[in-house]
């Protein structure tokens, strides 16, 4: 069992003046494997306070100290990895073939922020004046269970680069992680108050940091809804907020294809983190030239992907991360089945010849075809294992289809030709295109148009988004 019960504040682990329980599971087994004792609105305003005492100093400090410290923290996170990866399989149930990209992800974040804060232009002239980029202030960082230790120290290195201070929420669900990555930056030894943990409830802890005057800015990551509360509490103090919402990605397949590569593509597009994933490329769109060969190829893809043990390497679908989840996913396959979508593979209930994991929260890589944009399981984002194949006629229809969401995160582009793709590319709505890949790359924004959300994370626009230009005019500038 894994009791963890402080919060940290002040440079200091402390007992939360909250008492609420909140148990921790093995989506693999069901099995309760931890209690975290959670924070209350005092304790966030005490790490509010401790946040704003740490500001007047940090927000002076230069780059070279920023970026030492940037350094410290990464070698801190890195030492710690094996415990990180046992605490990701173990509590939200990342296939161990993701788990890896998710504990050195936070490791690269604080080395790839110390890169850009090298060359990043603080002082600006811009006509007679010079322009000085300024620290926001106190920010909440506010993150989801899906990549909680990667959200934590991403956040946390763009306000360390801008010289803000912050107060931390990361989701309850990942209370493991947490407790570890705290103890890896305690270990940095950064100066006290720098950055506050206070794991709790969203709707109290989450809901007072958003809220709360002393708060500058907030960054978020997390579905829509939550988004969109955060937006309306932030209001009365005018905070600066970047939304990581979520999203209903589209993976267009051209007819020009090669479909032996394009389809094992589109369902790691789809399946990736256990289709937990905000980018995940949910809706396929299948030229109606070759939807057969589509179909058929895609259901043996999905048929063959391994659902089951995190631990096991070849599994690419673990459990869903919590019992409400894994209701959500099985909701979704019913819905789509009741509005007329023909399930390819997969569907309702736990996948076959699993017995040793039937406590455990496991769902069925499903694919559905024949799916209209207009569908309940076309429109809303589901966060699990659900693929739908939606045809099309043609490039113009596709591109529409694309586009006919209220989401715009993220968008797959596979075709043989690349300039035809690039032009597809060039007319989709989404903060991210990708073009036969699957690839990542810190030094690009990362952000949603619509409904996915509001401002940029990584690189430059990151960085943008803790700082609040300042012009200096007149004599002497
Ligand atoms: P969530 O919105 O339920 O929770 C996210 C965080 O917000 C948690 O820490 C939660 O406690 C907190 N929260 C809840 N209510 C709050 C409130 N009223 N005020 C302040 N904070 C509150 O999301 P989740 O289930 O943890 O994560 C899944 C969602 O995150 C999906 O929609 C997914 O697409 C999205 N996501 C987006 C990105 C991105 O970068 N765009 C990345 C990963 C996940």
Same mark, same amino acid.
């Given at each position: 069992?894994?009791?963890?019960?402080?919060?940290?504040?002040?440079?200091?682990?402390?007992?939360?003046?909250?008492?609420?329980?909140?148990?921790?599971?093995?989506?693999?087994?069901?099995?309760?494997?931890?209690?975290?004792?959670?924070?209350?609105?005092?304790?966030?305003?005490?790490?509010?306070?401790?946040?704003?005492?740490?500001?007047?100093?940090?927000?002076?400090?230069?780059?070279?100290?920023?970026?030492?410290?940037?350094?410290?923290?990464a070698d801190a996170v890195a030492a710690r990895r094996?415990?990180?990866?046992?605490?990701?399989?173990?509590?939200?149930?990342?296939?161990?073939?993701?788990?890896?990209?998710?504990v050195d992800?936070p490791v690269?974040?604080f080395?790839?922020?110390?890169?850009?804060?090298?060359?990043?232009?603080?002082?600006?002239?811009?006509?007679?004046?010079?322009?000085?980029?300024?620290?926001?202030?106190?920010?909440?960082?506010?993150?989801?269970?899906?990549?909680?230790?990667?959200?934590?120290?991403?956040?946390?290195?763009?306000?360390?680069?801008?010289?803000?201070?912050?107060?931390?929420?990361?989701?309850?669900?990942?209370?493991?992680?947490?407790?570890?990555?705290?103890?890896a930056?305690?270990?940095?030894?950064?100066?006290?108050?720098?950055?506050?943990?206070?794991?709790?409830?969203?709707?109290?802890?989450?809901?007072?940091?958003?809220?709360?005057?002393?708060?500058?800015?907030?960054?978020?990551?997390?579905?829509?809804?939550?988004?969109?509360?955060?937006?309306?509490?932030?209001?009365?103090?005018?905070?600066?907020?970047?939304?990581?919402?979520?999203?209903?990605?589209?993976?267009?397949?051209?007819?020009?294809?090669?479909?032996?590569?394009?389809?094992?593509?589109?369902?790691?597009?789809?399946?990736?983190?256990?289709?937990?994933?905000?980018?995940?490329?949910?809706?396929?769109?299948?030229?109606?030239?070759?939807?057969?060969?589509?179909?058929?190829?895609?259901?043996?893809?999905?048929? #063959? !992907? &391994?659902?089951?043990?995190?631990?096991?390497?070849?599994? /690419?679908? @673990? +459990?869903?991360? =919590?019992?409400?989840?894994? $209701?959500?996913?099985?909701?979704?396959?019913?819905?789509?089945?009741?509005?007329?979508?023909?399930?390819?593979?997969?569907?309702?209930?736990?996948?076959?010849?699993?017995?040793?994991?039937?406590?455990?929260?496991?769902?069925?890589?499903?694919?559905?075809? #024949? !799916? &209209?944009?207009?569908?309940?399981?076309?429109?809303?984002? /589901?966060? @699990? +294992?659900?693929? =739908?194949?939606?045809?099309? $006629?043609?490039?113009?229809?596709?591109?529409?289809?694309?586009?006919?969401?209220?989401?715009?995160?993220?968008?797959?582009?596979?075709?043989?030709?690349?300039?035809?793709?690039?032009?597809?590319?060039?007319?989709?709505?989404?903060?991210?295109?990708?073009?036969?890949?699957?690839?990542?790359?810190?030094?690009?924004?990362?952000?949603?148009?619509?409904?996915?959300?509001?401002?940029?994370?990584?690189?430059?626009?990151?960085?943008?988004?803790?700082?609040?230009?300042?012009?200096?005019?007149?004599?002497?500038?």
């Open positions: 069992m894994h009791t963890i019960d402080t919060i940290y504040i002040d440079g200091r682990f402390v007992t939360p003046h909250g008492t609420e329980l909140f148990d921790l599971h093995d989506p693999a087994t069901g099995a309760v494997t931890g209690r975290v004792r959670l924070a209350d609105e005092e304790d966030v305003r005490a790490a509010i306070a401790a946040a704003k005492r740490a500001l007047p100093a940090f927000s002076r400090t230069g780059k070279a100290e920023r970026i030492a410290m940037l350094h410290r923290l094996d415990d990180l990866l046992d605490a990701v399989i173990g509590e939200y149930g990342a296939p161990a073939s993701r788990a890896a990209f998710m992800h690269n974040a080395r790839e922020t110390a890169a850009l804060l090298a060359d990043y232009p603080f002082l600006r002239r811009m006509g007679t004046a010079e322009v000085s980029m300024e620290p926001l202030g106190v920010a909440g960082l506010i993150t989801p269970w899906n990549s909680n230790a990667g959200f934590i120290c991403g956040k946390l290195a763009t306000a360390i680069a801008a010289g803000c201070t912050t107060v931390i929420k990361p989701s309850e669900m990942s209370a493991r992680q947490t407790q570890i990555v705290t103890e930056l305690h270990a940095a030894g950064l100066a006290p108050g720098l950055f506050n943990i206070v794991t709790g409830r969203g709707d109290r802890v989450g809901a007072t940091i958003s809220s709360h005057p002393d708060v500058a800015k907030i960054s978020f990551t997390g579905f829509t809804a939550t988004g969109k509360a955060i937006l309306r509490s932030a209001a009365d103090t005018l905070k600066r907020v970047t939304l990581e919402l979520g999203g209903k990605s589209p993976t267009i397949i051209l007819d020009d294809a090669d479909l032996s590569q394009a389809i094992p593509l589109a369902i790691n597009a789809a399946f990736m983190n256990s289709g937990q994933a905000c980018i995940a490329g949910t809706r396929l769109l299948a030229p109606r030239s070759r939807l057969a060969e589509i179909e058929a190829r895609a259901r043996s893809a999905v048929e #063959a !992907v &391994r659902a089951g043990d995190p631990r096991d390497p070849a599994t /690419i679908v @673990g +459990p869903m991360v =919590s019992r409400t989840q894994w $209701e959500r996913v099985q909701r979704y396959i019913r819905i789509g089945v009741e509005e007329g979508a023909v399930l390819l593979a997969g569907g309702e209930g736990r996948p076959d010849g699993q017995p040793e994991f039937s406590g455990g929260w496991f769902v069925r890589p499903t694919l559905f075809t #024949a !799916v &209209r944009n207009d569908m309940t399981i076309a429109r809303e984002e /589901i966060f @699990g +294992p659900v693929l =739908s194949i939606l045809p099309y $006629e043609d490039e113009e229809e596709a591109i529409a289809i694309a586009n006919d969401t209220v989401y715009g995160l993220q968008a797959y582009v596979l075709s043989g030709d690349t300039a035809r793709a690039r032009r597809v590319a060039d007319r989709i709505v989404a903060g991210r295109v990708l073009i036969n890949s699957l690839t990542h790359d810190p030094k690009a924004p990362f952000g949603g148009f619509k409904q996915s959300g509001i401002g940029r994370e990584y690189g430059s626009f990151g960085l943008d988004a803790f700082l609040e230009p300042k012009a200096l005019l007149g004599e002497g500038v």
